[in-house]
């Protein structure tokens, strides 16, 4: 039973357009969520986290969005660089610090 | 600032061989650790974590045993490999909810 869901398993933007990954989650007791990215053969770097008290956090190019509701994140990327090639990998954490991790998204920006 | 290290960087191991790979963490104290695999095309499976010295979790029945004999100091081991084995191990630390992970030791067992 997947716990946290990740769709799409690739995704191809222009450079300079939106990105945008998304994310399900099926255990209603999460409440903090991250994403990390992943070049191969590195280990994950984290990107940007929110809490479930918030739908919304920003960071530079990088923004997370909540929908408790729908038990669905995304994050959006604008606008897209070369460089933002990489695996995007959704996370999700409860009452304990294990994260449970998605299958992860493949993004291709071209220019 | 926290820095994190794992080696070796890559290994090719034969089946039955025994393995010990080594995570050590600088800049923190008393963090949680945590060993995870991911397999080829997969997503990340954790395999242990732990939250102080000598206290190991288990995830997931398997071939491996991790230990922690100091604060910043965590090993993974088997004493024989299987071929399923193979795949790229993470290890990484968390004081609080967000994690942090090392550059990956790509296991290669034949």
């Known amino acids: 039973d997947q716990q946290v869901k990740q769709n799409s398993p690739s995704l191809s933007v222009q450079e300079g357009r939106i990105s945008i990954l998304n994310c399900d989650y099926t255990n209603s007791m999460f409440d903090y969520f991250l994403w990390y990215k992943k070049y191969p053969a590195e280990g994950p770097t984290f990107l940007i986290s929110i809490s479930s008290i918030k739908d919304k956090n920003e960071d530079g190019r990088f923004t997370v969005f909540l929908n408790k509701s729908a038990k669905h994140l995304s994050l959006h990327i604008v606008p897209s660089q070369p460089g933002d090639s990489a695996v995007y990998f959704c996370?999700?954490?409860?009452?304990?610090?294990?994260?449970?991790f998605g299958t992860g998204t493949r993004l291709q920006v071209f220019p | 600032s926290q820095t994190i290290h794992q080696w070796p960087a890559t290994l090719v191991q034969p089946v039955g061989s025994p393995l010990s790979l080594e995570c050590t963490v600088e800049g923190t104290s008393n963090p949680n650790l945590y060993w995870y695999r991911q397999a080829a095309g997969r997503g990340l499976q954790l395999l242990f974590y732990?939250?102080?010295?000598?206290?190991i979790s288990s995830e997931v029945p398997q071939n491996l045993s991790a230990s922690r004999p100091q604060d910043r100091q965590f090993i993974l081991s088997s004493k024989k490999l299987l071929l399923s084995d193979s795949g790229f191990y993470l290890c990484?630390?968390?004081?609080?909810?967000?994690?942090?992970f090392g550059p990956g030791t790509r296991l290669l067992v034949l």
């Open positions: 990484a630390w968390s004081v609080g909810k967000t994690q942090y």
């Open positions: 996370a999700a954490s409860g009452n304990t610090d294990k994260l449970i």
């Open positions: 732990s939250v102080g010295i000598g206290q």
